[in-house]
Each structure stands twice: as structure tokens, then as C-alpha cells.
């Protein structure tokens, strides 16, 4: 009895021993294969990122084992003398597909390596004292997934994470001064969250040239026209549906390339009937007339005008009744399609004509679409040059604006709204070398982005009408409306009293 259990004491020791040695070889096994994947996808991720000197490793040891270094250096002496060659004579083959990626390869580490150093010298470091330690920290904003946008146009992207007592507007407004400590040509800073957003440094400028006229879309989309292109090098697309468009810019900065791009991003609606074009030329048909063919109603006189702009609102008055109760969005169609109401130089009808009567009917046919048009699918689209108050009272109605070249730095504002310019839309610093060049505005989006309509000389825009007028002439197209110009006397007082 007395010796059973001893041999039972002597035996569970020896067990315990063996199954913590089996579990520390397990342990020390798992150790070395992890240590084996970690160094394999190491290397892997090494000869991935740099191929070229993986190459010259792996060949220079193959020469020093094979005793082959001569025929090695005359290799590399033939590739020195080929890239040289090369440089000289296809310098932009040889930018694009060797300078350049090795450029922004290193442009990317440095930003990301000299992040913190870089949000000292801006003021965006905040220092925190232990009150355990009494030691001071420095706290920045977190950067991450860094990466090329756009390749072509140099555009490099990241995530931030602003610190606890920060604001992505104190970013925001330190970000002019990232962009020159990056050597950026300029840096935006857009919100995503409270404490959340993304930063774009611009190297390169794709508005600095003229923009060609874009492809016509096929199938109409009201609600993304191309009309030309962003800062970052995408396709500008300009929403139509169910908005009103602003136009403001000094004589010379390009407001006709807007419209004209604008008329050639619809003008495959234009052509299907989905699409109704009528018009208000300001300079007396100068601006305009080329694209007579694309339009349903032309006025070139204030007189004309005004009642074009009153028969619009009638329109819109009739379509929002029939929609009651069955729809609150209008869908183009050929019975009833979308009705651009395209105004040039508005400051004509309502600031700059004599007859006070005249101003008084145009500023409440205009207020009454630009406050009703949206939903029945009337859309107006007016361009001005002076953006004051007493010219257009109503510019706080049109929900897109686009703000081109203007003569005072308070118009930004103006235009944009409160704190566009210090969001980065300085459009009194647009050159008038570049017209064409704008800053929108969308309600809703804080944010201005920078842009560049597409240039419509005189014989794309003749080829345009030629090419998309709908079907008809000018005189026999149906307008889709029971009021017309012909309207006698008890009509058009109908008309002014629903307006």
C-alpha cells in the first residue's frame, strides 16, 4: 500500500517533463517557420519594390562565383550607354517610363518619412506635457495610404487623422503651406469626419492647357454633363438635373466656354428631343447665334427675352400641376423633356435696362423658376459679369456656381459664399491667360474645386449645331408649351400674373 503511491509521484513528474518539452519544440518549430515566411515575403516584397538592383545583386554574385565580372561590367557599361542615349534622344519616353516613376517612388517615401518634421514647421504639432512624467510629447496629425491618384498628372493622395483638440479645418488652413514645404504645386485638404479626411498634393498643372472639345455623350445623363476638367486631371461633370447653374466671370475669363461645353455635353438630348434649349443673347445674338440650330427659342432683345422667360415660367407652372400628386422628379422625354433656360448677360434684364417695368417682369419670371423649376424639370443656366446684389438678387438660388476669373478678392466670397476663398478658391488670381479657369461651387460640398471648361472656337461650335440640331427648323419645332410668341393680349396677362 505504502509503495503505490510513491510509484505514482515518480511517474507524473516524468509525464509533466515530456509534454513540456513536446510543447516547447512546437513552440520553437512554429517560431522558425514564421521566421522563414517572415523572411521569404520580405525578400519577395524587396525584389518587387526594387527589381533593378535585385537584378544587379543576383548577376553580380552569378559573375563573382562564375569568375565573369569582365563580361559583367561590359554589360553594365552597354545599359549605362543605352539609358544615356536614350535620355538624349526620347527624353519624354524616357520621363515617362524611368524618370518620372522614380521621382514619385521617392517624392512618397519623403513626405511619408518627414511627415512629423513637416507639421512642426506648418504649426499643426501639438505638445502635450505627462502629468505623471512631466515629459513633453509632440502630437501630429496621422498620414496614411499614400499613393499616386493620378500618375499622369502627378496628383498624390492620403488619409489624415487630425489629433484630439484639432479640426480638419485646422488642416485645412495650413494647407497651402504643406503644398510649398512638399514643393507641390498646390494641396487640398477635404473632410470625410469629424476628426477625419484626405489630403491632395497637385505637382502638376492639367489646366495649363486649352481643353479640347469633349466627345458628345451618346445617351443623355442631365445629372453628369462633361464639360471639361478638374485639377486632378478627371473629367469635369457638371450636374443639370434638378439644380440651377450660376455662371460669374469679368469680360475675357471664358464664360462662353462654359456654356458652349455645356450645350455640347446635352447635345445628344438636343438632337433625341429629350432636350429643349431656349435662349437669351444679352449682346444681341453675338455670343449665341453660331449655335442658333441647337436652340427652340432664341431671343436676342430685351423685350424677347423677358417674355421668353415669363412663357417659361407658365411652362414650368402647367408641368409642376400636372406632376401633383403622381411625381416629385421629372424624367426627360420627347413629350416632355428637360427645359434648359439659358440666359447670357442676365444683368441686362434685370439691372442695366431703362424700363423699370421691363426689370420688374424679368426678376419674377426668374425668381419663379429658379425657386419652382427644379423639381418639373426647368433648369436655369444665366452667366453675368458683375456678381453684386443690386445686378442679381437672386444668386443665393442657384445651387451650382461657377466663379471664373474676377477683378476683387470680396467677390469670391460673393459668388462662392462665405469662407470659399478660404477653402482655396482664388479666383482673383486666375491669369487672364487662362480663360476658362474656375472654381465650383455645390451646395451641400464645402469645398470649391478647380476646373477648366473645354474651348469652343467658331468651327466646332458651327459643327456642333450642324451635327445635333433636333429635327426641323427653327420655326416649325414644336415647343412644348400651350403659349407661344404669337400670343394675343389676354394671354400674356394670364402669363404676367402667374409670374
Same mark, same amino acid.
Given at each position: 500500500?505504502?509503495?503505490r503511491?510513491?510509484?505514482?509521484?515518480?511517474? $507524473? =513528474?516524468?509525464?509533466?517533463?515530456?509534454?513540456?518539452?513536446? #510543447?516547447?519544440?512546437?513552440?520553437?518549430?512554429?517560431?522558425?517557420?514564421?521566421?522563414?515566411?517572415?523572411?521569404?515575403?520580405?525578400?519577395?516584397?524587396?525584389?518587387?519594390?526594387?527589381?533593378?538592383?535585385?537584378?544587379?545583386?543576383?548577376?553580380?554574385?552569378?559573375?563573382?562565383?562564375?569568375?565573369?565580372?569582365?563580361?559583367?561590367?561590359?554589360?553594365?557599361?552597354?545599359?549605362v550607354v543605352a539609358?544615356?542615349v536614350?535620355?538624349?534622344a526620347?527624353?519624354?519616353?524616357?520621363?515617362h517610363?524611368?524618370?518620372? =516613376?522614380?521621382w514619385?517612388?521617392?517624392?512618397?517615401?519623403?513626405?511619408?518619412?518627414?511627415?512629423?518634421?513637416?507639421? /512642426? $514647421?506648418?504649426?499643426?504639432?501639438?505638445?502635450?506635457?505627462?502629468?505623471?512624467?512631466?515629459?513633453?510629447? %509632440?502630437?501630429?496629425?496621422?498620414?496614411?495610404r499614400?499613393?499616386?491618384? %493620378?500618375? +499622369?498628372?502627378l496628383?498624390?493622395?492620403?488619409r489624415?487623422?487630425?489629433?484630439?483638440?484639432?479640426?480638419?479645418? #485646422?488642416?485645412?488652413?495650413?494647407?497651402?503651406?504643406?503644398?510649398?514645404?512638399?514643393?507641390?504645386?498646390?494641396?487640398?485638404?477635404?473632410?470625410?469626419?469629424?476628426?477625419?479626411?484626405?489630403?491632395?498634393?497637385?505637382?502638376?498643372?492639367?489646366?495649363?492647357?486649352?481643353?479640347?472639345p469633349?466627345?458628345? =455623350?451618346?445617351?443623355?445623363?442631365?445629372?453628369?454633363?462633361?464639360?471639361?476638367?478638374?485639377?486632378?486631371?478627371?473629367?469635369?461633370?457638371?450636374?443639370?438635373?434638378?439644380?440651377?447653374?450660376?455662371?460669374?466671370?469679368?469680360?475675357?475669363?471664358?464664360?462662353?466656354?462654359?456654356?458652349?461645353?455645356?450645350?455640347?455635353?446635352?447635345?445628344?438630348?438636343?438632337?433625341?428631343?429629350?432636350?429643349?434649349?431656349?435662349?437669351?443673347d444679352?449682346?444681341?445674338?453675338? +455670343?449665341?447665334?453660331?449655335? $442658333?440650330?441647337?436652340?427652340?427659342?432664341?431671343?436676342t432683345?430685351?423685350e424677347d427675352?423677358?417674355?421668353?422667360?415669363?412663357?417659361?415660367?407658365?411652362?414650368?407652372?402647367e408641368?409642376?400641376?400636372?406632376?401633383?400628386?403622381?411625381?416629385r422628379?421629372?424624367?426627360?422625354?420627347?413629350?416632355?423633356?428637360?427645359?434648359?433656360?439659358?440666359?447670357?448677360?442676365v444683368?441686362l434684364?434685370t439691372?442695366?435696362?431703362?424700363?423699370?417695368?421691363?426689370r420688374?417682369?424679368?426678376?419674377?419670371?426668374?425668381?419663379?423658376?429658379?425657386?419652382?423649376?427644379?423639381?418639373?424639370?426647368?433648369?436655369?443656366?444665366?452667366?453675368?459679369?458683375?456678381?453684386?446684389?443690386?445686378?442679381l438678387?437672386?444668386?443665393?438660388l442657384?445651387p451650382?456656381?461657377v466663379?471664373? $476669373?474676377?477683378? /476683387?478678392?470680396?467677390?469670391?466670397?460673393?459668388?462662392?459664399? +462665405?469662407?470659399?476663398?478660404? %477653402?482655396?478658391?482664388?479666383?482673383?488670381?486666375?491669369?487672364?491667360t487662362?480663360?476658362?479657369?474656375?472654381?465650383?461651387?455645390? #451646395?451641400?460640398?464645402?469645398?470649391?474645386?478647380?476646373?477648366?471648361?473645354?474651348?469652343?472656337?467658331?468651327?466646332?461650335?458651327?459643327?456642333?449645331?450642324?451635327?445635333?440640331a433636333?429635327?426641323?427648323? =427653327?420655326?416649325?419645332?414644336?415647343?412644348?408649351?400651350?403659349?407661344? %410668341?404669337?400670343?394675343?393680349?389676354?394671354d400674356?396677362?394670364r402669363?404676367?400674373?402667374?409670374?
Amino acid at each position: 500500500m505504502g509503495g503505490r503511491p510513491q510509484g505514482v509521484v515518480t511517474h $507524473r =513528474p516524468s509525464q509533466q517533463s515530456s509534454t513540456g518539452l513536446d #510543447d516547447w519544440l512546437v513552440e520553437l518549430i512554429l517560431s522558425l517557420l514564421s521566421l522563414a515566411w517572415w523572411m521569404v515575403t520580405t525578400v519577395a516584397q524587396l525584389v518587387w519594390r526594387f527589381p533593378l538592383v535585385a537584378a544587379v545583386l543576383v548577376t553580380g554574385w552569378w559573375a563573382y562565383t562564375r569568375d565573369h565580372l569582365l563580361l559583367v561590367g561590359i554589360v553594365v557599361a552597354v545599359l549605362v550607354v543605352a539609358l544615356g542615349v536614350w535620355r538624349l534622344a526620347w527624353p519624354r519616353s524616357y520621363s515617362h517610363l524611368v524618370a518620372q =516613376p522614380m521621382w514619385r517612388r521617392r517624392k512618397r517615401r519623403t513626405i511619408q518619412r518627414d511627415w512629423p518634421a513637416l507639421c /512642426e $514647421r506648418v504649426g499643426l504639432a501639438m505638445t502635450v506635457t505627462d502629468r505623471r512624467s512631466g515629459l513633453r510629447q %509632440s502630437w501630429t496629425p496621422g498620414l496614411s495610404r499614400l499613393r499616386w491618384a %493620378s500618375q +499622369e498628372h502627378l496628383v498624390l493622395t492620403g488619409r489624415v487623422q487630425v489629433v484630439a483638440g484639432q479640426t480638419v479645418d #485646422d488642416l485645412a488652413g495650413a494647407a497651402e503651406n504643406l503644398g510649398a514645404a512638399c514643393g507641390a504645386w498646390s494641396c487640398r485638404v477635404r473632410r470625410t469626419g469629424p476628426r477625419a479626411g484626405t489630403i491632395t498634393w497637385l505637382y502638376g498643372d492639367p489646366l495649363a492647357r486649352v481643353v479640347d472639345p469633349l466627345p458628345v =455623350p451618346d445617351v443623355l445623363d442631365a445629372s453628369a454633363v462633361p464639360v471639361g476638367l478638374r485639377e486632378d486631371g478627371q473629367l469635369w461633370l457638371l450636374r443639370l438635373a434638378g439644380t440651377h447653374v450660376l455662371v460669374v466671370g469679368v469680360t475675357g475669363a471664358g464664360k462662353g466656354s462654359v456654356v458652349w461645353s455645356l450645350l455640347g455635353g446635352i447635345a445628344g438630348g438636343i438632337r433625341d428631343g429629350l432636350v429643349q434649349v431656349w435662349a437669351v443673347d444679352g449682346k444681341a445674338g453675338m +455670343e449665341l447665334q453660331a449655335g $442658333r440650330d441647337l436652340f427652340t427659342r432664341f431671343a436676342t432683345t430685351v423685350e424677347d427675352g423677358v417674355q421668353l422667360l415669363e412663357d417659361a415660367a407658365v411652362l414650368m407652372s402647367e408641368r409642376a400641376a400636372r406632376m401633383a400628386g403622381t411625381s416629385r422628379r421629372h424624367e426627360p422625354t420627347t413629350r416632355e423633356p428637360l427645359l434648359v433656360v439659358l440666359v447670357d448677360e442676365v444683368a441686362l434684364l434685370t439691372a442695366y435696362t431703362p424700363d423699370r417695368k421691363l426689370r420688374d417682369r424679368a426678376e419674377k419670371a426668374l425668381a419663379v423658376i429658379a425657386t419652382q423649376g427644379r423639381a418639373p424639370g426647368v433648369v436655369l443656366v444665366a452667366a453675368l459679369q458683375d456678381p453684386r446684389k443690386e445686378v442679381l438678387g437672386l444668386r443665393n438660388l442657384f445651387p451650382t456656381k461657377v466663379a471664373m $476669373r474676377l477683378d /476683387e478678392k470680396a467677390q469670391v466670397d460673393m459668388v462662392l459664399g +462665405e469662407g470659399a476663398r478660404e %477653402s482655396g478658391a482664388v479666383c482673383h488670381q486666375i491669369p487672364d491667360t487662362s480663360p476658362g479657369v474656375a472654381y465650383v461651387k455645390v #451646395d451641400g460640398v464645402r469645398e470649391p474645386v478647380r476646373v477648366r471648361a473645354a474651348y469652343y472656337d467658331d468651327q466646332a461650335i458651327t459643327k456642333l449645331a450642324r451635327s445635333y440640331a433636333p429635327r426641323g427648323t =427653327p420655326t416649325s419645332r414644336p415647343v412644348f408649351s400651350v403659349v407661344d %410668341s404669337t400670343e394675343d393680349t389676354t394671354d400674356r396677362s394670364r402669363q404676367e400674373g402667374a409670374a
